[in-house]
């Protein structure tokens, strides 16, 4: 975990790149974002990717055995993984990358206002022409390239993941508990109490990375007015204190008076709150199919195994999203600096994006496409194929991660007052006021 003074570091300067960004958006080297073909002979050289992801995770794994293959017929290429997994200091990176025009060929972004601005400056390749071009934007699931859309519907990155968020619960212990899963998300109190009455804690929670608290601030609205109420409030076209803030806000103190949380989640780590859930500590877990290998296989604690189960993200009443549409992301994606893209990278591009599916889907995972089959582990338990068979039934309108769409300082200062909020310390008034005026200090609106 960062401490405050480093993250605030960080902060200024990712504030400091993207002035710079502004200001020498108009000396970039020329290039064309719609030149997804470009003329010339593929001339073998070593490329470089700058990622954000875990050194011996699938991603980076499959990517490296396909570079190899590619080696093998085009002496002389090498794929250059620069690897910071750690995001904050990664984006710190990315960023000051960025303002000195110095990104790669290939580099990690989410959809945030930054990249946008690369984009609207003419350095990231148009990927929804590059798919286009090479044949293969019908084998992608609509959700993970939306997932990876700006606000206006294009798309400058490549999903290389797809995931679908649920509530992971313990059967055993809402039986003894005398609790029901949640059909509404106003449920959740009544569940939380039901729990903790019988001595369990209700939801096992990373606070100590905050990200995982602010999933829950996107539900509500989510539910209550789609996935374009945190488009307006990145743009300052909205507040949070208008209905769906209002409720989201007021759903999150209600969570903590109802003691949905351990007292101290905000010192837990993702660790320890996942053993909090594996061990049977903890009856409730929202976390990500990223983690089937941990809760549906023979991996996991037998006392728990054969008490797992999970829900999708319950609605709200008058709802404008649909059941089957919650958090789906595609991971962070990778963007093609159209500076550097030549008849090489193009290739490259080709192949591997042609290659991967099959070879990620073979590992387990879920692939960003519809068509690669995941192989089901020889040690999964039954809930493992029903994770994967669930991809057939995803909604198109995504609930995005917030903090992949805010400003970094709002997003900072939001992750800390939901801390607040839920531990009682401050009402939904004094978030709401404290998020409105951090909103307006920060909004490019």
């Known amino acids: 975990m960062f401490q405050p003074s480093r993250r ?8 400091t790149a993207a002035i710079i960004l502004t200001g020498c958006g108009s000396t970039s080297p020329a290039a064309d974002p719609t030149d997804v073909d470009p003329d010339g002979e593929v001339v073998p050289r070593e490329i470089s990717w700058l990622l954000s992801r875990p050194a011996d995770g699938g991603v980076i794994t499959t990517m490296q055995q396909i570079a190899d293959e590619y080696a093998k017929d085009h002496p002389g290429f090498a794929l ?21 025009n110095k990104l790669p060929e290939l580099f990690d972004t989410d959809a945030t206002p930054f990249a946008q601005k690369l984009a609207k400056q003419g350095r990231m390749v148009d990927v929804d022409l ?38 992971w619960y313990n059967k055993a212990l809402f039986e003894q508990a005398g609790a029901t899963v949640p059909a509404t998300l ?20 990373d606070g100590q990375d905050q990200w995982p608290l602010e999933r829950y601030m996107a539900y509500y609205p989510f539910r209550m007015a789609g996935p374009e109420y945190v488009q307006d409030l990145k743009n300052g076209d909205a507040s949070f204190a ?14 903590g008076e109802a003691g949905c949380f351990s007292p101290g989640f905000s010192a837990t780590g993702y660790a320890d709150a996942q053993a909090q859930f ?9 976390i990500g199919t990223w983690e089937l290998s941990n809760l549906a296989t023979e991996a996991l604690d037998p006392a728990v195994r054969d008490s797992v189960d999970y829900f999708t993200l319950p609605t709200i009443d008058n709802a404008v999203t649909a059941d089957n549409e919650y958090v789906t992301p595609s991971g962070i994606g990778m963007a093609v600096n159209a500076k550097t893209y030549d008849p090489l ?18 590992s387990g995972a879920l692939s960003p496409t519809s068509s690669a089959t995941t192989t089901i582990p020889d040690n999964a338990t039954p809930l493992y194929g029903r994770a994967v068979e669930q991809t057939n039934n995803v909604g198109e309108a995504i609930a995005m991660p917030w903090d992949t769409q805010l400003d970094p300082a709002t997003n900072t200062r939001l992750q800390q007052e939901l801390t607040l909020l839920v531990q009682g310390e401050i009402t939904p008034d004094e978030f709401i006021q404290t998020m409105d005026k951090t909103l307006a200090e920060n909004s490019d609106g």
């Open 278 to 286: 594996t061990s049977g500590a903890a009856a409730v877990y929202n």
């Open 345 to 362: 990278v193009r290739d490259f591009l080709a192949f591997a994006l042609e290659r991967y599916p099959e070879l990620y889907a073979s």
């Open 242 to 255: 208008d209905p769906a803030g209002r409720a989201a806000a007021e759903w999150l103190h209600s969570l």
């Open 186 to 205: 106003d449920d959740f109190p009544q569940m939380c109490t039901d729990l903790r009455t019988a001595g369990v804690t209700p939801i096992a929670l």
């Open 8 to 15: 605030f570091t960080l902060l200024a300067a990712a504030a």
């Open 130 to 167: 590059l798919l286009e071009d090479l044949g293969l934007a019908d084998d992608y699931r609509p959700a993970a390239l939306n997932y990876q859309r700006f606000d206006d519907g294009s798309l400058y990155m490549v999903p290389f993941e797809f995931q679908l968020e649920f509530f």
């Open 80 to 100: 250059n993984l620069i690897t910071t997994p750690d995001r904050p200091s990664y984006i710190q990176k990315y960023e000051t990358l960025a303002a000195a």
